[in-house]
């Protein structure tokens, strides 16, 4: 009797879209290199395509770092607001604030994978451009983050009357260094505890900077109460 041999097929995994593997390309290398280490032709040759697809798809470099924020910043922006409009409905100051703190840390921390919202590879993109001075990527920056950010600090005014704006702004400025370093510096605090403090604990991670945020906005209300004004 004949048989007939049936043919194995190999599985090969579909070749990601162009335009998210020069996305995911363009990510990796300028969270090595920066955004001015970084040239288009080396963003074409990582994400195995010609050079033409890259200009094809965003035009110039600026409009891909543009699209890489994009892709990042709608997510996390949304998760704040929401967060932000729960925290909005607690009638205690003190859990207020420690709830609006919480609202614009929990997005950074929350990804799983570096596409959806946060991502440690976003991080080291925004910890290493806002050292470059790039004026291309700072106007980037700003259009992703200044409106969210500002309502974040109207909101925190709201929970500490006493202190001013230009002291609040501060702080916020200070979280968001703190925010920067403990995503893309995790591994230091694990070496420095002996392995007793993980700095991968996100959860640990996020309450921490709370309460310490949170504690440093306080005292600026009880400053300026004590001191009379």
Same mark, same amino acid.
């Given at each position: 009797?004949?048989?007939?041999?049936i043919?194995?097929?190999?599985?090969?995994?579909?070749?990601?879209?162009? #335009?998210?593997a020069?996305?995911?390309?363009? =990510?990796?290398?300028?969270?090595? @290199?920066?955004f001015?280490?970084? /040239?288009?032709? !080396?963003?074409?040759?990582?994400?195995?395509?010609?050079?033409?697809s890259?200009?094809?798809?965003?035009?110039?470099?600026?409009?891909?770092l543009?699209?890489i924020?994009?892709?990042h910043?709608?997510?996390m922006n949304?998760?704040?607001?929401?967060?932000?409009?729960?925290?909005g409905?607690?009638?205690d100051?003190?859990?207020?604030?420690?709830?609006?703190?919480?609202?614009?840390?929990?997005?950074?921390?929350?990804?799983?994978?570096d596409?959806?919202?946060?991502?440690?590879?976003?991080t #080291?993109?925004?910890?290493?451009?806002?050292? =470059?001075g790039?004026?291309?990527? @700072?106007?980037?920056?700003?259009? /992703?983050?200044? !409106?969210?950010?500002?309502?974040?600090?109207?909101?925190?005014?709201g929970?500490?009357?006493?202190a001013?704006?230009?002291?609040?702004?501060w702080?916020?400025h200070?979280?968001?260094?703190?925010?920067?370093?403990?995503?893309?510096?995790g591994d230091?605090i694990?070496?420095l505890?002996?392995?007793m403090?993980?700095?991968?604990?996100?959860?640990?991670?996020?309450?921490?900077?709370v309460?310490?945020?949170?504690?440093a906005?306080?005292?600026?209300?009880?400053?300026?109460?004590?001191?009379?004004?």
């Amino acid at each position: 009797m004949q048989t007939t041999e049936i043919p194995v097929h190999t599985y090969k995994k579909p070749r990601q879209p162009t #335009r998210e593997a020069i996305l995911d390309a363009a =990510e990796l290398l300028m969270s090595q @290199r920066g955004f001015n280490g970084v /040239s288009l032709r !080396e963003i074409a040759r990582e994400s195995d395509v010609n050079l033409g697809s890259v200009t094809y798809h965003f035009g110039t470099k600026e409009k891909l770092l543009a699209a890489i924020y994009d892709r990042h910043t709608k997510p996390m922006n949304q998760r704040r607001l929401e967060l932000l409009s729960e925290a909005g409905r607690i009638t205690d100051r003190k859990e207020r604030l420690h709830a609006i703190v919480r609202a614009f840390v929990i997005p950074a921390f929350s990804s799983q994978s570096d596409v959806a919202g946060g991502g440690a590879r976003f991080t #080291r993109i925004r910890a290493i451009l806002s050292m =470059e001075g790039n004026e291309a990527a @700072r106007h980037i920056i700003a259009a /992703s983050f200044d !409106e969210t950010t500002n309502l974040f600090v109207d909101a925190i005014a709201g929970c500490v009357p006493n202190a001013d704006r230009g002291s609040i702004l501060w702080r916020c400025h200070f979280l968001l260094g703190a925010l920067y370093y403990t995503l893309v510096n995790g591994d230091r605090i694990d070496r420095l505890s002996g392995g007793m403090v993980k700095g991968s604990d996100h959860d640990r991670a996020t309450e921490e900077l709370v309460r310490a945020t949170a504690a440093a906005l306080q005292e600026l209300d009880l400053t300026k109460r004590k001191a009379g004004f």
